[in-house]
């Protein structure tokens, strides 16, 4: 493992459990995209259109494309937002509870079966290291501003 880079690591595994969940979506007639959102959604009152797409780590386009095949599939529906005129929530329908059910189940089979697998130890490493990648990459402390003006 030490001649492969941490990128590649994150990468591949990260490839590796997309597949895994599409291939779980898909005898659901879903995909992973799909239950990600089911799952972002709050069952009991909906949420801001706007303030999903950054809860998910989504571009705005990406999203809609999401929104607007699972609104024709049934399992969310668009309403005003009471305290926003402008604004919109989305809203599980009876459906899509159902499905949000079905992908909150896999997600924590997947879980338990890695903390079976894997110490606590070695779990809270992990965290960390992810928080530490995620916070250099946040504070543009790999790539900086001045470095790409001045080449």
């Known amino acids: 493992m030490k001649d492969k880079t941490i990128d590649y690591v994150l990468r591949t595994t990260w490839l590796a459990v997309q597949k895994m969940y599409n291939e779980e979506a898909s005898k659901f007639e879903s995909t992973m995209a799909t239950g ?57 329908t009876p459906f899509g509870r159902e499905k949000r059910e079905y992908s909150r189940e896999r997600v924590l089979r997947f879980n338990e079966t890695v903390r079976k697998e894997v110490s606590e130890e070695q779990l809270e490493h992990f965290y960390e290291v992810a928080e530490v990648i995620n916070e250099l990459i946040s504070n543009k402390k790999i790539y900086n501003q001045k470095e790409r003006i001045n080449k």
Do not use: C, Q, Y
């Not at 024709?72 to 668009?78: K, P, Q, V």
């Open 36 to 92: 990600f959102a089911l799952l972002n959604i709050d069952k009991d009152n909906g949420t801001p259109s706007t303030s999903l797409g950054p809860k998910m780590g989504m571009e705005a386009t990406s999203l809609s494309r999401i929104l607007k095949s699972m609104e024709e599939r049934g399992l969310i529906e668009r309403k005003p937002n009471p305290d926003d005129g402008r604004g919109v929530l989305i809203h599980l």
